[in-house]
């Protein structure tokens, strides 16, 4: 009996086994942690696998794991570290393929990291990889740049920290960066550029006039008006809730009074701004003090002409594990660092074959989702822009808006507009707009002028430096400032590029660019003026991709006369329209890889 009962116990228990082991591991409940185990170890195993790392096709069933981590628990502890490895194994892919379409991949990956997950502990990993990428691979030196500054002045406690300032100090030294360091200004403190040390104490004191505020639940832009260029200081107070104080922000004006028009206490209580208290601190200084319900981020940038401070305040998204991300990282045995693998040569690109439907709902759980475009028809009411041959730009602008608004709908698009009718609206107030609509796209259209009437062309810009004397005298004209003036806000203007949508607003530039040069010329002969950059204050502090397009020179009388024909105006909206099509498909290319 005893014989007999063994051996069918021990066969019942292997045949039991075998079928456990042919159920999937989901079925069981197989957690998140233990999955990206696994595409960890496999990670690390074919990194060091000299004969399989050479196949795109491992590379590409280690990515995938990854995504489906990330797909399980988009805001959950292993969210940040699948994307952090996904920008790895395309790193690694990009080392022995030589493609630049795997670093573009890559950088996408560490890019989605670092804008869903800012305060990871491996976001400071995440930003000088993208950085070196960009720095050896792309020849991308000015992104490169904004990089390893945003690490010097967001994560100075962080291990990346030396690495990063060491980087910033040699393209310094090799001339990357006109300005004078930026990034040695002392915490807290602006001072503008234009006032020196004699102009300190004026007779004469300034006087804030207005404070503006447009506010929701996870942006909020405020503006102070003041009626002269003055010097400034401002700091960030952290909530303490023993004594019921919220998030508060202030800003101290100097050899400022406060004006009449100023209300001294507004209870706002609009999405996350709070209140807003102005008073007379002392004879000399005039502090605006900003309470918010949620703060994640700040940015505070002074405009002139007329002189105003704007203050741009960023809540945190609702429901993510940020802190308990942090908490959780020192616990966890994987390191986001391992030594880099030997290349090898480049491999044959095979598409991914996912479907369109994983490729939707990775865009929208990554907020990559392309549906509300802003456009923004330059100048109005009291500005009518540029003037020639009969023609006022606000006019141009706002017909062509018109035109481009109604093909951008029958594509599928909602569109908003920053003005309407022939309103004025301030520069700051626009880029304000977009990002309280929560917009994917913001469109600034514009036409050109010149000295000489025989230049002519389209042109379409990005936020960044200046970098010819040409996207000075536009960028001065578009701001309303002289063009010794941009030279100023080119030091400005590195802070802001921090958390920019830069890399993307040159890609949709240039998709834009060439479909609006190709559709013009079917039937006319235009000149190519390029893709270009320049510090626009219609384009800072916007949250998604942003162009500026110029449209042509109303100072030529053959493109003045083009640009009052609608049907001239309609073949350049059908190129930016195929130019957009072409982002969006591009943006899906990406989140399939």
């Not at 929701?216 to 107070?237: C, K, M, N």
């Not at 520069?427 to 514009?446: P, Y």
């Not at 235009?526 to 916007?542: H, I, K, S, T, W």
């Amino acid at each position: 009996m005893r014989k007999f009962f063994i051996p069918n116990l021990i066969m019942a228990l292997f045949l039991a086994g075998l079928l456990v082991s042919a159920i999937p591991a989901e079925a069981f409940g197989a957690s998140i942690k233990d999955d990206f185990t696994i595409a960890w170890k496999q990670f690390h195993a074919l990194s060091k696998d000299g004969k399989r790392g050479q196949y795109r096709s491992e590379w590409e069933k280690v990515g995938k794991q990854f995504r489906d981590v990330f797909k399980r628990s988009t805001k959950g502890e292993y969210a940040p570290k699948s994307l952090y490895y996904l920008g790895r194994t395309y790193e690694e892919l990009g080392q022995r393929s030589g493609m630049t379409k795997d670093y573009r991949s890559s950088v996408d990956y560490y890019g989605r990291m670092i804008s869903n997950f800012p305060s990871h502990a491996w976001a400071d990993d995440s930003i000088f990889r993208r950085a070196e990428i960009r720095l050896n691979k792309l020849n991308e030196k000015d992104l490169a740049y904004s990089d390893y500054l945003n690490i010097v002045h967001r994560y100075s406690k962080s291990d990346m920290y030396a690495k990063a300032r060491a980087q910033l100090d040699s393209l310094d030294r090799s001339g990357v960066k006109d300005s004078d360091s930026a990034h040695e200004k002392p915490s807290g403190t602006i001072i503008p550029a234009k006032m020196d040390d004699s102009s300190s104490q004026p007779s004469k004191r300034a006087k804030l006039l207005s404070v503006r505020y447009t506010s929701s639940d996870s942006y909020t832009r405020v503006v102070l008006d003041l009626d002269e260029e003055v010097r400034f200081r401002y700091q960030i107070l952290n909530p303490n809730q023993s004594v019921n104080r919220p998030h508060r922000l202030y800003v101290d004006l100097e050899n400022t009074v406060l004006g009449n028009g100023v209300h001294k206490a507004t209870h706002v209580a609009d999405g996350i701004l709070k209140d807003i208290r102005s008073a007379q601190r002392d004879p000399r200084t005039t502090r605006v003090v900003l309470d918010f319900n949620a703060m994640q981020d700040y940015k505070i940038f002074p405009l002139e002409n007329p002189f105003r401070l704007v203050i741009d305040v960023q809540a945190p998204e609702e429901g993510k594990a940020q802190e308990e991300s942090n908490t959780q990282a020192a616990n966890t045995p994987v390191s986001p660092r391992t030594a880099p693998s030997k290349k090898s040569a480049p491999q044959k690109y095979k598409p991914p074959k996912e479907s369109q439907k994983m490729v939707g709902d990775l865009l929208e759980q990554l907020g990559l989702t392309f549906k509300t475009i802003m456009l923004d028809p330059g100048h109005g009411g009291k500005d009518p822009g540029a003037m020639a041959n009969g023609l006022k730009e606000k006019d141009i602008n706002l017909r062509f808006a018109q035109i481009l608004a109604a093909k951008l709908k029958k594509a599928g698009f909602t569109v908003l507009y920053t003005r309407a009718d022939d309103t004025f609206i301030p520069l700051e107030e626009r880029t304000a707009m977009a990002n309280i609509k929560k917009a994917d796209m913001f469109i600034s259209m514009h036409c050109n002028a010149h000295r000489s009437s025989s230049i002519n062309g389209i042109e379409t810009y990005t936020l960044n430096l200046a970098r010819n004397r040409n996207s000075v005298r536009v960028a001065a004209r578009e701001n309303a400032v002289s063009a010794k003036r941009i030279s100023d806000l080119q030091v400005i203007l590195t802070d802001l590029m921090l958390n920019s949508k830069m890399k993307e607003s040159k890609d949709l530039a240039q998709n834009i660019h060439t479909g609006s040069l190709a559709s013009i010329r079917k039937q006319w002969s235009v000149n190519d003026q390029g893709v270009r950059e320049a510090p626009f204050y219609v384009l800072m502090g916007a949250k998604m991709p942003s162009v500026l397009i110029e449209l042509g020179y109303l100072t030529n009388r053959t493109e003045a006369k083009r640009l009052k024909s609608d049907k001239y105006l309609s073949f350049i909206a059908d190129g930016i329209v195929q130019g957009v099509l072409e982002y969006k498909k591009q943006i899906e290319r990406y989140a399939s890889l």
